[in-house]
């Protein structure tokens, strides 16, 4: 089992920026290939951002390309998503997930979810 944490979110202007955390427990994070994921309200849940289990490789959802950045510290077992830019459209409860080993952008791939944390970006 794995346990994910988010924390970071709030309320930012357009234009500025937030940086989310997910901390995990309960497996060798060093193994565990982790991704951002974003929901909307009314929408379906949304790739984000993910990052292979040695860090060495990141992707992105194109409509975040640029402006966000994913990292992580396995020394720490906490993964980063610094936003910058935020629009009013990336306004979502942002979603920290975890699977073993293989780095996907497909929700459904993902076995280990957090609770979610609010980013509400005014315009």
């Known amino acids: 089992q794995v346990q994910l944490v988010e924390s970071g979110g709030g309320l930012v202007q357009a234009g500025g920026s937030l940086r989310l955390s997910c901390a995990a427990s309960?497996?060798?994070?060093?193994?565990?290939?982790m991704g951002w994921f974003r929901q909307a309200p009314g929408k379906e849940r949304e790739f984000v951002a993910a990052?292979?289990?040695?860090?060495?490789?990141?992707y992105y959802a194109d409509s975040v390309k640029g402006r966000f950045t994913i990292s992580r510290d396995n020394a720490k077992n906490t993964v980063y998503l610094q936003m910058n830019s935020l629009k009013f459209e990336d306004t979502a409860v942002y979603y920290c997930?975890?699977?073993?080993?293989?780095?996907?952008?497909?929700?459904?791939?993902?076995?280990?979810w957090g609770q979610g944390t609010q980013v509400t970006v005014s315009s």
């Open positions: 309960g497996r060798t994070f060093s193994s565990l290939a």
């Open positions: 990052i292979r289990w040695s860090g060495g490789n990141t």
């Open positions: 997930a975890a699977r073993p080993n293989i780095v996907t952008t497909r929700a459904r791939d993902y076995n280990y």
